[in-house]
């Protein structure tokens, strides 16, 4: 069943922060993110496995609510090099990811 | 160094052809995907394929038939080519399955059937 994530698109000014929200209707065994620029493969930012779980890298976090049902995408200080869509991408099962629909970002000077 | 290498990057065809697109990997990933990108971003799976074993086979027409000879290629391959196949199909593999690792994606190939 496809994650459904929110929101579908937002416009930030660099230095903004962003939080991108990705929800399942069924609890998960894990919750990757990634970020495909334009006309680019999709590029693997990080991966939960846990309730409860947060992770983060820079300035971009994650987090894994205890119930494992929605995860949430933080960008903070947002650079121009943030622009582009991002995924996430959930597993019930059957080691098979299914993305959702994507949130689009475009960071503006 | 390329780890995940596709080709071609563009294909353009008419209906009814036959084509093939190959992946490789030199990760040293045991699992291989085929993701299907279409006109809105929607990425949804194909295949999955496990030290050569096929695992996922998705609800795809059967004109659609993935080839692993060893568990750093993985090649599919598409029969009488539809309008509605353009899209762009990704590969992808990861170090064991999906639940721990991340996926390494190829760049795409641009299938456009005319």
């Known amino acids: 069943q496809q994650p459904v994530q929110s929101p579908q698109a937002v416009i930030l000014r660099e230095g903004e922060d962003a939080v991108i929200n990705c929800s399942s209707s069924k609890a998960l065994y894990s919750v990757h993110w990634y970020r495909q620029k334009h006309g680019e493969a999709p590029v693997f930012l990080m991966i939960?496995?846990?309730?409860?779980e947060q992770k983060g890298h820079d300035k971009i976090s994650a987090s894994f609510n205890e119930k494992k049902q929605q995860s949430s995408l933080y960008l903070t200080a947002s650079q121009l090099s943030y622009s582009g869509t991002y995924f996430c991408g959930t597993e019930v099962g059957y080691q098979k990811v299914t993305f959702g629909t994507g949130t689009k970002l475009q960071v503006i000077p | 160094d390329t780890a995940v290498s596709q080709t071609p990057k563009y294909l353009v065809t008419q209906m009814g052809n036959d084509k093939s697109i190959k992946c490789e990997q030199n990760l040293g990933h045991d699992t291989m995907y085929w993701y299907k990108q279409d006109s809105k971003k929607f990425l949804k799976i194909m295949f999955s394929?496990?030290?050569?074993?096929?695992?996922i086979n998705e609800t795809v027409p059967n004109r659609f038939s993935p080839k692993s000879p060893d568990k750093a290629h993985l090649n599919l391959h598409i029969n009488s080519l539809e309008l509605g196949d353009s899209a762009v199909y990704f590969c992808?593999?990861?170090?064991?399955?999906?639940?721990?690792?991340?996926?390494?994606f190829g760049s795409g190939t641009r299938l456009t059937v005319v």
């Open positions: 992808a593999s990861s170090q064991g399955g999906a639940a721990n690792y991340g996926y390494t």
């Open positions: 939960l496995l846990k309730g409860g």
């Open positions: 394929y496990n030290n050569k074993e096929l695992i």
